[in-house]
T-cell receptor
């Protein structure tokens, strides 16, 4: 069964460093998402991406964040200068042909900022 | 903004039914989802219901939707120890046409043998 994959599973970085989290969505899906879950808190929407552009972003998704689909298969989330409060589990999701199609989530990348 | 709320914890005995409840505020919700998260793992889609349905059954899972009260429940029949996990209710926020999901805080289901 097709699945969303994410790498790395765990990333440790120093405050102020740039990180790139990688996701491979399900092949032929058209809609892509990033969510994050700070330990003990709700899963929060960060950004949705369709047709090579951001379709919606949350207040959390400030200028330090960016997303890219560099090669038609990967979908990346970049955090330019990490802060302690960026420590969280980051989930990538993809859905099929419309924005109301079911979203399938990857296993997550745990980001720890020291 | 729109919100989804769930109770935090539920404990049941193996073989009993579990009922996990969720309330939401979105008046234009399109779909509502239940996801399961096991320790250290990602979000696994369990089931979903379209907002014009009242009930959906899928093997041991029954989803009930009361749209008037904006209340969603997930019933797990014959609960097993393997069902122990965190269960998230999520609303496909209807006012957004981008697929944005709004999640509840998750209900930890503990199944005692």
């Amino acid at each position: 069964e097709p699945e969303v994959t994410q790498t790395p599973s765990h990333q440790v970085t120093q405050m102020g460093q740039e990180v790139i989290l990688r996701c491979v969505p399900i092949s032929n899906h058209l809609y892509f998402y990033w969510y994050r879950q700070i330990l003990g808190q709700k899963v929060e929407f960060l950004v949705s991406f369709y047709n090579n552009e951001i379709s919606e972003k949350s207040e959390i998704f400030d200028d330090q964040f960016s997303v890219e689909r560099p090669d038609g298969s990967n979908f990346t989330l970049k955090i330019r200068s990490t802060k302690l409060e960026d420590s969280a589990m980051y989930f990538c999701a993809s859905s099929g042909f419309t924005s109301t199609d079911t979203q399938y989530f990857g296993p997550g990348t745990r980001l720890t900022v020291l | 903004g729109e919100d989804v709320e769930q109770s935090l914890f539920l404990s049941v005995r193996e073989g009993d039914s579990s009922v996990i409840n969720c309330t939401y505020t979105d008046s234009s919700s399109t779909y509502l989802y239940w996801y399961k998260q096991e320790p250290g793992a990602g979000l696994q889609l369990l089931t979903y219901i379209f907002s014009n349905m009242d009930m959906k059954q899928d093997q041991r899972l029954t989803v009930l939707l009361n749209k008037k009260d904006k209340h969603l429940s997930l019933r797990i029949a014959d609960t097993q120890t393997g069902d122990s996990a965190i269960y998230f209710c999520a609303d496909a926020y209807g006012s957004s046409n981008t697929g944005k999901l709004i999640f509840g805080q998750g209900t930890t289901l503990q199944v005692k043998p």
